[in-house]
């Protein structure tokens, strides 16, 4: 296969309700966006890809959508829309949209009609099934808590939602939902955005025996067993014909649980479904099957290197990965996999960022990673918004009996909220992302840690994600080099290769706050400096706190 352009591409995620608000209203929106765009052009990165600005409830933020071809009044409207996608367009930034279709909003037209009675042409759009002995059909609990079934008094039946009770999951075995979502994708596309980012689209097949499991501390079995992926396949290949196949987009879909094998299918270079995936292998590492994501752990080095080593194998010459630290459901990156003190978060922050982006696979930047953003000080749960994050604490302090201290600790490791605070873009009181109260708090590190203070300084994280971005753009082994581990036993280091003909890319990355000692290959002397995150070339044989190089000969 000839190289797509989403392959040197860098994409950077816009969180729209915590971007720039232009109104005062607290919340972010696309006028904001827009006005943002210019900043971003700056960065050089390619591609946009915006979390949901549908029409929706805002149960979960928007990814409850009640029309899918409309804008969130709070976010603007279909002209604020149009201006921001001309506007990308002009300054060379492609827009990728949320598409979120494993489920709608209750408040969807389809599940109104769907509910209202049993013969209604919309009942199979979703799962309904008959109460067996009275109770849910089946044990299984959802993402956010509680059991995956909801009864409907109208018509005496439970509907299915693996995430809220206000996120019914629409039912894909049915040919006509199949033919809504191509409809919907086609709008879009026809308006012309780039491409798509799939929610949960590895769960949009389900086991229709619908099992039970062995329930865990919440009283519910986990959810898992009940995704049936493999049938996922044909579906995407249908997708693929109906409506991908027309235009020139990028696409990446999110595969909780995603296997290299699985991942092989869905992002195979053949381009027979998506361009790639999200896998979860490496923040997942410390999750259990009793307290999920709720853990205070930092996973060990090692094991994150046998899990991207794992990817980067795995797929290379058959399929494409994608690669990240964050998103809007995972905390701060500098926070969970870099020392966020005042001493080290600058030289962390930048040494993620090169480990990161010096691998194969297209690297996502989520807004504010890139001037080094960390997690929230959560003391409580007043300031905490997210659903998630609220039953977490329930299960945490009801079902797994720990105190109100311990849950907050593990809130402010692993809460989503860490991502959702406000953009940081200068040192004022509400950092300039409103003149209004924000939906959420400020982080009252944004006095020194913003935007208007990196975008100039060529020693800033901004300035250093600016040079990593530019150097995939014209580095070829960076795009497709091979991949291979160095020193896979070490605890400390995280190194590897890169090959492609006779060009050659090592990256070293020290990982801990004190200084270590590893030797460069002989045939790099000469080799050009990339990605380093200290001013000068430290002592041969060594790597000093958090530090990182790349040596590129090409
Ligand atoms: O957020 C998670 C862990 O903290 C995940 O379990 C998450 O729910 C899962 O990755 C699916 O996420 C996606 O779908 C959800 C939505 O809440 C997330 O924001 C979205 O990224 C339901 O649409
Ligand atoms: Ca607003």
Redesign the pocket.
């Known amino acids: 296969m000839s190289e797509q352009w989403w392959q040197r591409a860098v994409v950077y995620q816009i969180y729209p309700k915590s971007f720039q608000d232009s109104n005062g209203d607290g919340i972010g929106d696309l006028p904001g966006i827009t006005r943002r765009l210019p900043y971003l052009a700056k960065l050089g990165v390619d591609v946009i890809w915006l979390?949901p600005i549908y029409a929706s409830p805002m149960d979960?933020?928007g990814?409850?959508i009640s029309d899918y071809r409309d804008i969130a009044p709070v976010f603007g409207t279909m002209d604020d829309f149009d201006a921001l996608l001309e506007r990308a367009h002009e300054l060379g930034l492609k827009i990728v949209m949320d598409l979120?279709v494993?489920?709608s909003s209750d408040e969807h037209p389809w599940f109104k009609e769907s509910r209202s009675s049993r013969d209604n042409p919309y009942r199979d759009y979703y799962y309904w099934r008959d109460a067996v002995d009275g109770h849910e059909p089946s044990n299984m609990g959802g993402?956010?808590g509680g059991s995956i079934w909801e009864w409907d008094e109208t018509t005496e039946q439970y509907y299915l939602h693996c995430?809220s009770k206000k996120?019914p999951d629409l039912n894909w075995e049915n040919p006509r939902v199949r033919d809504e979502v191509y409809g919907l994708m086609n709008f879009w596309l026809a308006k012309g955005v780039d491409g798509f980012r799939m929610?949960?689209i590895g769960m949009i097949a389900k086991d229709l025996s619908f099992p039970s499991g062995t329930p865990g501390p919440s009283g519910y079995a986990p959810l898992w067993p009940l995704i049936d992926d493999a049938r996922v396949h044909p579906w995407l290949k249908e997708m693929r014909q109906r409506v991908l196949s027309r235009y020139d987009t990028m696409t990446v879909g999110?595969v909780?649980g995603a296997t290299v094998e699985a991942a092989r299918k869905y992002a195979n270079l053949d381009g027979s479904e998506l361009s790639m995936v999200f896998q979860?292998d490496h923040v997942s590492l410390t999750d259990t099957v009793e307290r999920?994501?709720w853990s205070v752990e930092k996973p060990c080095l090692r094991d994150l290197k046998r899990v991207f080593d794992h990817w980067e194998r795995g797929l290379d010459g058959v399929a494409w990965n994608s690669l990240y630290w964050d998103?809007?459901?995972?905390p701060r990156a500098v926070s969970r996999w870099g020392n966020d003190s005042s001493q080290w978060r600058e030289l962390s922050a930048k040494m993620l960022a090169t480990c990161l982006h010096l691998m194969q696979g297209t690297p996502y930047i989520y807004q504010g990673e890139e001037l080094g953003m960390t997690n929230y000080p959560f003391e409580d749960m007043s300031l905490v918004d997210d659903l998630?994050a609220h039953d977490g604490y329930r299960l945490l302090t009801q079902d797994c009996g720990w105190t109100h201290e311990q849950a907050m600790a593990a809130m402010r490791e692993?809460c989503?909220d860490n991502a959702r605070t406000p953009m940081q873009w200068d040192a004022s009181d509400k950092a300039g992302f409103t003149e209004g109260e924000p939906w959420l708090p400020v982080n009252p590190n944004a006095s020194s840690i913003n935007a208007e203070a990196q975008v100039d300084d060529k020693n800033s994280v901004f300035a250093h994600y600016q040079r990593l971005i530019k150097l995939r753009h014209e580095s070829d082994v960076v795009v497709h080099g091979s991949f291979e581990m160095l020193v896979p036993e070490s605890e400390e280091i995280f190194a590897y290769e890169r090959v492609l003909g006779d060009k050659r890319l090592l990256v070293a990355c020290n990982f801990c706050d004190h200084e270590l000692s590893f030797s460069v290959d002989e045939r790099y002397a000469g080799a050009l400096r990339v990605g380093e995150n200290y001013p000068e070339e430290g002592p041969a044989g060594t790597l000093r706190p958090y530090e990182c190089f790349g040596l590129l000969l090409e």
């Open positions: 979390s979960d933020n990814y409850d979120v494993n489920h993402v956010f995430f996120q929610d949960v999110e909780c979860f999920g994501k998103n809007h459901d995972q998630e692993k989503r």
